[in-house]
């Protein structure tokens, strides 16, 4: 097991920028692939981007394509999501969560077995 904590949350205008940090525990970072969701008021948790163990995949929701980079720093146990050209839409719930797998990593919030605890993200217009 892995313990997550995010951090990064916050209010910012639309067309904004936030970079939300997700740091682990232990010392078997590495073996995890990463991802993170979001979940706004009232709607299913949804895949935001997800990134393999060693950074060779990478994967985005369509919603983020283009605006938002997934990155991992595999020596600081860390995870980060840098979200730029933010909307109104964003506005959510952030999570971080992993999974020890190799290869592609998984899109699905039900393949993940770790989780944060969230940092709200808020976007105005």
């Known amino acids: 097991q892995v313990q997550l904590v995010e951090s990064g949350g916050g209010l910012v205008q639309a067309g904004g920028s936030l970079r939300l940090s997700c740091a682990a525990s232990g010392r078997t970072f590495s073996s995890y692939a990463m991802g993170w969701f979001r979940q706004a008021p009232g709607k299913e948790r949804e895949f935001v981007a997800t990134?393999?163990?060693?950074?060779?995949?990478?994967y985005y929701a369509d919603s983020v394509k283009g605006r938002f980079t997934i990155s991992r720093d595999n020596a600081k146990n860390t995870v980060y999501l840098q979200m730029n050209s933010l909307k109104p839409e964003d506005t959510a719930a952030y999570y971080c969560?992993?999974?020890?797998?190799?290869?592609?990593?998984?899109?699905?919030?039900?393949?993940?077995?770790?989780w944060g605890q969230g940092t709200q993200v808020t976007v105005s217009s």
């Open positions: 990134i393999s163990r060693n950074g060779a995949y990478i």
């Open positions: 969560a992993a999974v020890v797998r190799v290869g592609r990593p998984p899109q699905s919030a039900a393949s993940y077995d770790n």
